[in-house]
C-alpha cells in the first residue's frame, strides 16, 4: 500500500500535466486587432517561428509552440506568407503551417480582355506594373508549342480566377493563364487548329454580348471566310488603333481606312492573331459554329445586346436601318 500510494501521485500529476498540456496547446488566443500577414522564410528554425508568432500575437508564448513540435516532432513547418485574422490554439496554428496553409490572394480575369486589359487588372494586385507584365507577355515562349505563329501571349491569357502568393512575378501570372489556356483546349480534345481557333474565338468573344448569339456569329465569320469575304469586325479595327496608340473611344473613318494587318475591313480573312482573350464557350462556337445561311449580323435596337442574322445585304441594310432608328429614339 506504501508503494502504490506515491504511484497514484505520480499518476495523478501526470494526468494533471496531460490537462495542462492539451489546455495551453488548444487555447484560442489573438494578441492582434486587425488580420496578421506573417512571412516565415525557408530554412526557419521552430524557434525562430515560435517567436516570430509570439511577436505577432499569433500565439501567447514561443514555448507554445515548442510544446506543439513536441507532440509532432516530424512535421516539417512551411515557408511562406501566413494570414491569421481570428484567435487560433498553439497546436492549430502548428497544424496550419505544417500543412502549408499560405495565404493565397485572388484575381479575377473576365472573358474578352486584351493584353492591354489584363495589365491593368494585373498592376492592381500591387506586385507587377502593367509596364512589366505587357514585356512578359509579349514573349509568346509560353504557347509556342501550340501555336508556332503566335507573335505575343494574346489570346492564350485564358479568363478565370486565379490564386497567387504576393510573390509572384509578371512571368508567374503569364505562365498560370497559359497553363490555365493549355488545360483547357486540351478539355476541347480538338486537332485544329490553335491558333486559327483562338483568333476567331476572340472575334466572337468580342461582338457575342448574348450567349445564344455566339454560334451564329460564328457561322456567319465562317461563312464570309469561306467565300474570301472581308469580315468587317468592328472589334479588329478597335484594336489595331490600340496597338498603334490612337484609339479614341469609338471608330473614326480614319480607323476604317487603315492598312493595318488587324483591320479587317481592309483586308480579307482573319486578323494575324488574337484580339483578346476567348472563354470556353467562345472557343467552343469557333470549333463548332452553327450551320447558317448567314452572311450579316448587326445589334439589335432593343438594348438587350443580341443580334439579327442576315442571309443577304438588302436584309441587313433594312435591319442596320432599323437599329439606328431605334438608337435615335
Same mark, same amino acid.
Given at each position: 500500500?506504501?508503494?502504490?500510494? #506515491?504511484?497514484?501521485?505520480?499518476?495523478?500529476?501526470?494526468?494533471?500535466?496531460?490537462?495542462?498540456?492539451?489546455?495551453?496547446?488548444?487555447? #484560442?488566443?489573438?494578441?492582434? %486587432?486587425?488580420?496578421?500577414?506573417?512571412?516565415?522564410?525557408?530554412?526557419?528554425? !521552430?524557434?525562430?517561428?515560435?517567436?516570430?508568432?509570439?511577436?505577432?500575437?499569433?500565439?501567447? $508564448?514561443?514555448?507554445?509552440?515548442?510544446?506543439?513540435?513536441?507532440? +509532432?516532432?516530424?512535421?516539417?513547418?512551411?515557408?511562406? /506568407?501566413?494570414?491569421?485574422?481570428?484567435?487560433?490554439?498553439?497546436?492549430?496554428?502548428? $497544424? %496550419?503551417?505544417? +500543412?502549408?496553409?499560405?495565404?493565397?490572394? /485572388?484575381?479575377?480575369?473576365?472573358?474578352?480582355?486584351?493584353?492591354?486589359?489584363?495589365?491593368?487588372?494585373?498592376?492592381?494586385?500591387?506586385?507587377?506594373?502593367?509596364?512589366?507584365?505587357?514585356?512578359?507577355?509579349?514573349?509568346?515562349?509560353?504557347?509556342?508549342?501550340?501555336?508556332? *505563329?503566335? *507573335?505575343?501571349?494574346?489570346?492564350?491569357?485564358?479568363?478565370?480566377?486565379?490564386?497567387?502568393?504576393?510573390?509572384?512575378?509578371?512571368?508567374?501570372?503569364? +505562365?498560370?493563364? !497559359?497553363?490555365?489556356?493549355?488545360?483547357?483546349?486540351?478539355?476541347?480534345?480538338?486537332?485544329?487548329?490553335?491558333?486559327?481557333?483562338?483568333?476567331? *474565338?476572340?472575334?466572337? /468573344?468580342?461582338?457575342?454580348?448574348?450567349?445564344?448569339?455566339?454560334?451564329?456569329?460564328?457561322?456567319?465569320?465562317?461563312?464570309?471566310?469561306?467565300?474570301?469575304?472581308?469580315?468587317?469586325?468592328?472589334?479588329?479595327?478597335?484594336?489595331? *488603333?490600340?496597338? /498603334?496608340?490612337?484609339?479614341?473611344?469609338?471608330?473614326?473613318?480614319?480607323?476604317?481606312?487603315?492598312?493595318?494587318?488587324?483591320?479587317?475591313?481592309?483586308?480579307?480573312?482573319?486578323?494575324?492573331?488574337?484580339?483578346?482573350? #476567348?472563354?470556353?464557350?467562345?472557343?467552343?462556337?469557333?470549333?463548332?459554329?452553327?450551320?447558317?445561311?448567314?452572311?450579316?449580323?448587326?445589334?439589335? #435596337?432593343?438594348?438587350?445586346?443580341?443580334?439579327?442574322?442576315?442571309?443577304?445585304?438588302?436584309?441587313?441594310? !433594312?435591319?442596320?436601318?432599323?437599329? %439606328?432608328?431605334?438608337?435615335?429614339?
Amino acid at each position: 500500500m506504501r508503494i502504490l500510494k #506515491p504511484l497514484a501521485v505520480l499518476l495523478l500529476l501526470a494526468i494533471l500535466a496531460a490537462g495542462g498540456l492539451f489546455y495551453f496547446l488548444n487555447r #484560442p488566443y489573438a494578441g492582434f %486587432r486587425s488580420e496578421v500577414l506573417l512571412e516565415i522564410p525557408k530554412g526557419a528554425s !521552430t524557434r525562430t517561428i515560435s517567436q516570430m508568432l509570439a511577436g505577432a500575437g499569433v500565439i501567447e $508564448n514561443p514555448w507554445e509552440l515548442m510544446l506543439a513540435r513536441a507532440i +509532432r516532432p516530424t512535421a516539417k513547418l512551411q515557408a511562406g /506568407e501566413y494570414r491569421f485574422a481570428a484567435p487560433a490554439s498553439p497546436l492549430a496554428v502548428y $497544424n %496550419r503551417i505544417a +500543412r502549408g496553409d499560405v495565404y493565397y490572394r /485572388e484575381l479575377t480575369i473576365p472573358e474578352g480582355l486584351n493584353l492591354f486589359d489584363i495589365a491593368a487588372v494585373v498592376e492592381e494586385t500591387g506586385l507587377v506594373t502593367a509596364k512589366a507584365f505587357l514585356e512578359a507577355a509579349r514573349d509568346p515562349s509560353l504557347i509556342r508549342d501550340l501555336a508556332p *505563329a503566335a *507573335a505575343t501571349l494574346e489570346g492564350y491569357l485564358f479568363p478565370d480566377t486565379y490564386r497567387f502568393t504576393r510573390h509572384a512575378s509578371a512571368r508567374d501570372f503569364c +505562365r498560370m493563364f !497559359t497553363h490555365r489556356f493549355r488545360a483547357e483546349w486540351a478539355r476541347l480534345g480538338s486537332s485544329d487548329d490553335v491558333h486559327r481557333t483562338v483568333t476567331l *474565338a476572340s472575334l466572337i /468573344e468580342k461582338e457575342a454580348a448574348v450567349p445564344a448569339d455566339r454560334p451564329l456569329i460564328a457561322s456567319v465569320f465562317h461563312n464570309r471566310l469561306k467565300r474570301g469575304m472581308k469580315l468587317d469586325c468592328d472589334p479588329t479595327t478597335v484594336y489595331a *488603333a490600340l496597338l /498603334e496608340g490612337r484609339y479614341r473611344g469609338k471608330i473614326h473613318k480614319s480607323d476604317l481606312e487603315s492598312p493595318n494587318p488587324y483591320n479587317t475591313y481592309q483586308h480579307p480573312g482573319l486578323p494575324p492573331g488574337p484580339i483578346a482573350s #476567348p472563354g470556353d464557350a467562345s472557343l467552343r462556337a469557333a470549333l463548332h459554329p452553327a450551320e447558317t445561311s448567314y452572311l450579316f449580323f448587326v445589334a439589335r #435596337p432593343d438594348g438587350s445586346g443580341s443580334h439579327e442574322f442576315s442571309k443577304d445585304v438588302a436584309a441587313h441594310n !433594312t435591319a442596320a436601318l432599323r437599329y %439606328r432608328r431605334g438608337v435615335a429614339k
